[in-house]
């Protein structure tokens, strides 16, 4: 398994700004995920973090909206840009340890609320 | 096309007896997991239970178990003993080749005392 830490844990934010989320792991990992869980939805996948390359992001998600870096095998961050209220979801951080493991752990989540 | 369905959006259960929650999927990857998680509301995403496609033998891990039922689709998550603690939402989740997880949109247990 994978101990996962993100911060900040919790945040309300206004409308128009910007917040970036951390995503730590106390161990390499192969890949890195990032989810958006809307309230009493499902996780939606934003995106897969390329270490020293560009993310790769699913349909309806966008590099402008959600820029995320991944410097080393370890620590993530994903920006919610220029937010609405519609930005308002759990975002989660996620891993595994070998690109062949079906194994994927989740972090505790960000709870971000913009009003 | 590659979908999870969880029919049951909410169930409850008498702490200490047992409980099924449904999960189906389809898929037409021949390699694939499936996977169940609980979702406390504190909204950590807490890993249950995995089941491989090709797992000969239904998967356990303390008190839960996956009833895999290959033929038909299906990947039922068994509680046993009902724990209060175990109140929760309840995702199961696929992963076909590739990195993509799909899930359900999740069962709510409730245990009543």
């Known amino acids: ?13 206004q409308r128009g700004t910007s917040l970036t989320i951390q995503c ?15 309230p009493g939805q499902s996780l939606t996948l934003i995106a897969t973090a390329n270490q020293g390359s560009e993310a790769t992001y699913e ?6 909206k959600f ?8 620590f993530s961050t994903l920006t919610v840009s220029n937010m609405s209220p519609e930005d308002s979801s759990i975002y989660l951080c996620s891993v595994t340890h070998r690109q062949d493991s079906y194994e994927q ?3 505790p989540g960000t709870r971000l609320t913009v009003t | 096309a590659q979908k999870i369905t969880q029919t049951q959006p909410g169930m409850f259960v008498q702490e200490k007896e047992a409980v099924t929650l449904d999960c189906t999927y389809d898929t037409s990857d021949p390699s ?12 950590e995403m807490i890993f249950l239970i995995y089941q491989g496609s090709y797992d000969q033998q239904n998967a356990t891990e303390g008190r839960y178990s996956l009833n895999f039922q290959k033929a038909r689709k299906s990947a039922n998550l068994v509680i046993s003993a009902s724990q209060l603690g ?9 992963r076909p080749t590739g990195n993509q997880f799909y ?11």
């Open chain 1, 59 to 64: 349909s309806g998600f966008v590099i402008d």
């Open chain 1, 1 to 13: 398994s994978a101990v996962i830490s993100q911060k900040p844990s919790r945040d309300i934010c």
């Open chain 1, 67 to 74: 820029p995320i870096s991944r410097p080393n095998l370890t």
């Open chain 1, 24 to 38: 730590q792991v106390d161990s390499q990992v192969t890949m890195m995920f990032w989810y958006r869980q809307q």
């Open chain 1, 105 to 107: 752990y989740f972090g």
């Open chain 2, 86 to 94: 175990d109140s929760a939402m309840y995702f199961c989740a696929m």
């Open chain 2, 103 to 113: 899930f359900g949109t999740g069962t709510s247990l409730t245990v009543i005392p």
């Open chain 2, 32 to 43: 694939y997991g499936l996977f169940w998680y609980k979702q406390p509301s504190s909204g």
